[in-house]
Each structure stands twice: as C-alpha cells, then as structure tokens.
C-alpha cells in the first residue's frame, strides 16, 4: 500500500480528538487543509500563529532559576484550593525556603486577599515584574495586583487570558526561587492548558489536586486527573479539603430552642456544667461529617486511579480566620485541626518532591 502524499503527513502537534489527515496545529495548513472542514476548530486553527511559540525559550529562560514547580488544581470550583495554595505557600517560607506563588486565575483571584497584599501593585524594573512580598522569601503575583477596583469583573476571552499567563511565565523576576506553587482556575480550561504547554519544557514537579468528599465535586475532579495525563503533569497527590468538621468542645457556642421558637444562649452554662462534672471533657475535639462522601471520598478515588492520598483536612474556623485576615494558620493557629492536618500533608509533598 503506498505512502500518503506529503498534503496528508500530519504536521506539528494533533490533538486526539481531530479528524483523520489533520495536518496539525501548527501546519501552514491549519484550518485550511480539507481535512479541517467541519472540525470544531478550524477558526480557532486557521487564524492563530503557526509554528513553534517564539516566547517558550523566553519562558524556559526565566524559569531556570525556580527548582520546584508545583501546581494546585481541581475540577470543581469552591473547595479551598486557592487556600491551600496560599498555606502550602506559607509553609514552605517558614521551612526557609525561598518560595513564589502564581496567582493564574484571571477571573477569581484571591490569593491577594489570602496574602494580606490588598491594594498592593507590581513594580516594573529593568529585570521585569517584581513580585509583591509578603516576607523576604515569599513573593506573590496576581492579576488581583493590576485592577484599579477590586470589585471589577475581568472579562476576558481565553487569548488575553493566556497572554497575560504567558508574561506571569516571562516576564516577572522572581530570582532564585526553591518553589513556584501555582494557582490555578477551576476546571480544565485554556489558562491549565496554556500552563501546561508554556511550562512543557522547564520540568514541572507536578500537581496536587484539592477536592472536597462528595461526589459532585469527586466527578469533577476525576476528569482533572484524567487531564494530567494526558498533557503529562505528574499528579503529586490528592487533598480531601473540608473533610468533616473538627472543633475543641470547649470552643463550641451552645444554644436552647424555646417551645416559642426563641434560642437562648447557653454556653456558659453548658461549659460550667462540664467543668464542675466532667473538666476533661472541655480539652476534647468534637468530630462530625458535613459533607456525606457517597462515593468513598478522594481515597478511594485516589486508590482507583492510582494515584497518591495525600491526607484530608477537617473545616476549621480556624483556617478560615486565617484565610480571611491573609495570615498563615501555622503561626497563630498551629495547633488548630487544621493547622495540624495542614502540616502532615505539606510534609508528604516536600518528600515527594524532594526526593523525586
């Protein structure tokens, strides 16, 4: 059988899904070539940029002075990944090292907030973007940094989305950095994409996945998995977040319920009753689960599709507190539920990553 002609040898980068003859993403054919008609895609092929992105050397040339680099994902939006981040981030300056934290979610960013960097804006030298720091080894860089009202909605379509990741990637002067922890949009968007294309050649360490146990968010994550396969970032571990609910007794606030429908405060006569009857019960940890994992949770999702469990972390006040005033929960807070679950999994990451 004969070789097909030279119109129909695939060229470039095809993507999985495409039509038979694709001739590749970046062919001069892109879009034009017969194969290209009815493909979802022409357009978006046809008028893009062919050839190899002349910005990745730029790229690979800047980060070649960060060691690690890590990203936190998830599929579903709402479950604590941007606070992760934001403590993984801390702990990791408190364990002296010398740490950066990407804030890549154009639409949502929080990480500012999380920070304590409100109203703070970037500063352009003659290196490029300076990172806006926390401590000496902890800078921060966030879209959050750039817009004149923090209520503002950005609303951008995904090309301005990815050129703004792509001068993040190029253009800001981190120095020597021993960790980029990267935080990403929910979903598997053109921003995860676009950072995983862009970071293709400077060796990502992986991705640790955030989830909540319930299975709506479970599903979700499941394809994020799936997608760190397929463009080739390892999957470092999966985090259970708000993992049932912890709390000391002696922090809780208890309340009556009248015949009327009127609550009564009754805390301190509750806590006085534990202290005269039973004093050792008021230091114990009062558990329960709020949200149901119907499905067996991330560790059974983690055991299914062979990746790491890297531990769950209960909700906690605490860490919420922490998160809202932008302070690290492990100062304050360090022996919060939290604070403690926080620990043992951020410990688990530096072995993998370290010792990878």
């Known amino acids: 059988m004969g070789q097909p002609n030279g119109d129909s040898q695939p060229k470039g980068d095809v993507p999985e899904d495409a039509p038979e003859h694709c001739p590749g993403t970046e062919s001069e054919q892109a879009g034009q070539a017969s194969a290209c008609e009815g493909c979802p895609n022409q357009q978006i092929c046809a008028t893009a940029p062919k050839g190899p992105d002349p910005d990745l050397a730029a790229i690979e040339e800047r980060m070649r002075t960060v060691k690690h680099k890590v990203l936190v994902l998830s599929g579903k939006g709402g479950v604590g990944k941007s606070t992760f981040a934001a403590q993984l981030s801390f702990a990791l300056a408190e364990a002296d090292k010398q740490v950066g934290l990407l804030d890549i979610d154009i639409c949502g960013p929080s990480i500012p907030k999380m920070l304590g960097l409100e109203g703070?804006?970037?500063?352009?030298?003659?290196?490029?973007?300076?990172?806006?720091?926390?401590?000496?080894?902890?800078?921060?860089?966030?879209?959050?940094?750039?817009?004149?009202?923090?209520?503002?909605?950005?609303?951008?379509?995904?090309?301005?989305?990815?050129?703004?990741?792509?001068?993040?990637?190029?253009?800001?002067?981190?120095?020597?950095?021993?960790?980029?922890?990267?935080?990403?949009?929910?979903?598997?968007?053109?921003?995860?994409?676009?950072?995983?294309?862009?970071?293709?050649?400077?060796?990502?360490?992986?991705?640790?996945?955030?989830?909540?146990?319930?299975?709506?968010?479970?599903?979700?994550?499941?394809?994020?998995?799936?997608?760190?396969?397929?463009?080739?970032?390892?999957?470092?571990?999966?985090?259970?977040?708000?993992?049932?609910?912890?709390?000391?007794?002696?922090?809780?606030?208890?309340?009556?319920?009248?015949?009327?429908?009127?609550?009564?405060?009754?805390?301190?006569?509750?806590l006085a009753e534990i202290r005269a009857v039973a004093p050792h019960l008021e230091g114990l940890t009062a558990c329960t689960e709020i949200l149901h994992a119907s499905g067996g949770g991330a560790e059974k999702m983690a055991r299914d599709l062979g990746v790491p469990f890297l531990g769950r972390i209960p909700l906690d006040a605490t860490l919420s507190r922490a998160a809202e005033e932008g302070r690290s929960c492990f100062t304050d807070y360090k022996d919060a539920p939290s604070s403690l679950a926080l620990k043992a999994v951020i410990k688990k990451v530096l072995q993998t990553v370290e010792q990878a």
């Not at 030298?125 to 000496?136: A, H, K, Q, T």
């Not at 955030?210 to 997608?227: A, G, L, M, Y």
């Open 120 to 270: 703070e804006e970037i500063h352009q030298s003659n290196l490029g973007w300076s990172p806006v720091y926390v401590e000496d080894n902890l800078g921060v860089m966030s879209i959050g940094f750039m817009l004149p009202d923090p209520d503002e909605a950005v609303v951008w379509r995904g090309p301005r989305k990815n050129g703004l990741i792509k001068q993040f990637l190029k253009d800001v002067y981190w120095g020597d950095l021993d960790y980029l922890v990267i935080d990403t949009p929910p979903g598997t968007s053109d921003e995860h994409i676009s950072m995983a294309q862009f970071l293709k050649a400077t060796g990502v360490d992986g991705a640790i996945v955030v989830t909540t146990p319930q299975e709506v968010s479970i599903i979700d994550v499941r394809k994020e998995i799936n997608f760190c396969k397929k463009v080739g970032i390892r999957v470092l571990g999966v985090v259970e977040n708000m993992s049932g609910f912890q709390q000391k007794l002696g922090a809780f606030t208890f309340r009556k319920t009248g015949p009327d429908g009127l609550e009564e405060d009754v805390t301190e006569k509750v």
